[in-house]
């Protein structure tokens, strides 16, 4: 039996929701990711392991050096060299304050580990910081504008980096807006843990902080700084590196829920109970946002076949059990309709399997009184007849020009061919889109209430489709991307992976894409001159794994098509292998 995901609210659908402020509630904090070359090549980086404590979230945790801002901070501006409060601000793209986390993270580090940013410093000066000045930082008592004041000291923050921004989950009773930085260690000058605070402190490389056999439980974002610490080779590589970015977007994760198995989600193992998280660029992320606005992390972060997810009122996708290399984590099947009627149309019902076609039916709120495909390859219609028959419903779809080996045999009940609007019930339509260029016969279909695009295979998670002449045709593929980068939508549903944001920006970035890719065919006809397709498929796939060539040598035939269409190449006719292509 399928097993169903906790419907969301009526208001889940994206024109009901309200955007919410991903600041809102947190608290400002700044953190240093302190660096020394390591003899024999590579960097070390300092990591201290935090208390446990009830209640938080980062108890155990192994982190770098960081806490939140403290209102005195400001008050040491005057003490600060490398940084202005113009200049961090604008670094930061904060309209003030910016100097106030690189004060608080320097802060922070002395306080949690003993090292102190400062100039210019004498081992007497030091020795005096850790006597009569740290314990009170910590309790609060003290402030570190004072201590420079006293000591006749500057915090020296002059090579700092500014490197990440994250923002701990929506959802969490503690939130943070951390800034991080990279530094190099200040010279001459041991890290003592705070007991407090650190349970203990170590100096690691990223390899081995990240190697599961270190023990070390990271979350997150430490995970991710670790691997851009671990590109570089010294302190020196890290920090240009630091200056050079021209921008450093906010990062917010997501809760989703865990797998029973404990199986990984995103980028973070969780176990039974314990919610995972995923990240921007993550397939689930935009899904779990629309799901899962008040970050409760009850949205699934991975794709099961034969769960139900009910992604609004009036859509529900199950997932079939044929994951593969053209499939993904295999074929989505929508259930979509008004609950106020109960009928449901089913968009695509994927292969013939059995236990697929079970799901359908226990999925199904009320009777299913229509089936629609995008397209008619075997594993979006295979399991149409079997539908049909156990439902009576019809299948409407529109017939392929001429049928393939990958297209399952097909006469619909009712041909489309675009533009026509299905009534689901009041106020609830489909409208019909014909999107050639995956296949001649492909459709597409919007929801207007929920501002959403059924987009079958023309568009997918991760990666772009096959375009497999004489069906496929990248001319149509290339227009049809440009119809759905102007339709009025939010969301597109595609026929593999989960529901992706920003439709415009995804049409437009796969047709950047592949205009790419067909400039590197014309670069490489020019750099090597007439030359077969075995060699311009070497030349111009050199970037994808050979074991994927087949797959890639019908893009690269389509593309060859438009090429030839245009006038642009010359390919003599036949199916020779050794027919030489060349520059028109």
């Not at 397939?283 to 699934?300: C, Q």
């Not at 156990?390 to 001429?402: E, Y």
Request: one cysteine or more; hydrophobic letters at 40%.
């Amino acid at each position: 039996m399928p097993t169903a995901q906790t419907p969301p609210s009526t208001g889940s659908s994206p024109q009901q929701t309200t955007a919410q402020d991903p600041l809102a509630g947190t608290r400002q904090a700044a953190s240093v990711v302190v660096l020394r070359d390591r003899d024999g090549g590579g960097v070390e980086t300092l990591m201290l392991r935090r208390a446990h404590r009830a209640g938080d979230f980062r108890s155990g945790v192994a982190v770098f050096p960081g806490g939140a801002l403290s209102a005195n901070d400001r008050q040491a501006h005057a003490h600060v060299e490398g940084w202005t409060d113009a200049a961090a601000s604008a670094r930061l793209g904060v309209p003030e304050g910016g100097l106030d986390y690189l004060v608080a993270a320097a802060r922070e580090c002395f306080e949690e580990v003993g090292l102190l940013f400062a100039t210019p410093l004498t081992p007497a000066s030091v020795a005096r910081a850790h006597d009569e000045w740290r314990s009170g930082l910590q309790r609060g008592t003290h402030d570190i504008a004072a201590l420079c004041a006293q000591l006749g000291l500057s915090l020296d923050c002059t090579d700092w980096g500014y490197i990440s921004h994250w923002v701990t989950p929506v959802g969490l009773p503690k939130r943070f807006d951390t800034r991080f930085f990279v530094a190099r260690a200040p010279a001459g000058q041991e890290a003592i843990g705070d007991a407090q605070e650190a349970e203990s402190i170590l100096w690691i490389t990223p390899a081995a902080a990240l190697d599961p056999a270190s023990g070390l439980l990271l979350l997150p974002v430490t995970q991710t700084l670790l691997r851009w610490v671990q590109q570089h080779d010294s302190v020196d590589s890290a920090l240009a590196a630091a200056r050079a970015l021209t921008a450093v977007p906010m990062t917010l994760p997501r809760m989703v829920r865990s797998e029973p198995t404990g199986e990984t989600s995103g980028t973070i193992q969780s176990t039974a109970g314990t919610p995972g998280v995923v990240l921007p660029g993550d397939g689930a992320y935009d899904e779990v946002g629309w799901l899962d606005p008040e970050g409760k992390g009850d949205a699934w972060g991975t794709l099961v076949p034969g769960r139900v997810v009910s992604l609004s009122p009036r859509i529900r996708r199950v997932v079939a059990p044929n994951p593969g290399l053209m499939t993904g984590t295999g074929t989505n099947s929508y259930l979509v309709g008004d609950p106020t009627v109960n009928h449901w149309t089913v968009i695509d019902p994927g292969p013939n399997d059995p236990a697929h076609l079970a799901a359908l039916l226990a999925a199904a709120p009320g009777p299913i009184e229509r089936i629609l495909l995008t397209h008619t390859h075997r594993d979006h219609a295979d399991g149409a007849a079997a539908l049909a028959a156990a439902t009576g419903a019809p299948v409407w779809g529109r017939r392929p020009p001429q049928s393939g080996p990958d297209d399952t045999p097909f006469t619909p009940d009712h041909e489309l061919f675009g533009g026509e609007r299905l009534e689901l019930g009041p106020g609830v339509t489909l409208e019909v889109i014909h999107t050639p260029g995956h296949a001649a016969n492909h459709l597409a279909y919007q929801l207007a209430a929920d501002r959403l695009l059924f987009v079958g295979d023309h568009l997918m998670q991760g990666g772009t489709v096959v375009i497999a002449p004489p069906d496929g045709d990248m001319t149509d593929y290339l227009a049809s991307l440009d119809r759905v980068a102007t339709l009025d939508i939010d969301w597109l549903a595609p026929g593999h992976g989960f529901l992706m944001a920003h439709p415009a920006a995804v049409a437009q970035g796969v047709r950047r894409h592949r205009l790419q890719r067909e400039a590197r065919i014309l670069d490489a006809l020019q750099t090597l001159g007439p030359v077969t397709e075995d060699a311009l498929l070497a030349a111009v796939y050199a970037d994808t794994p050979v074991a994927l060539h087949p797959v890639a040598r019908w893009s690269l035939q389509a593309h060859l098509d438009r090429l030839q269409a245009l006038g642009t190449i010359s390919r003599p006719d036949g199916l020779g292998t050794d027919r030489l292509i060349s520059i028109s």
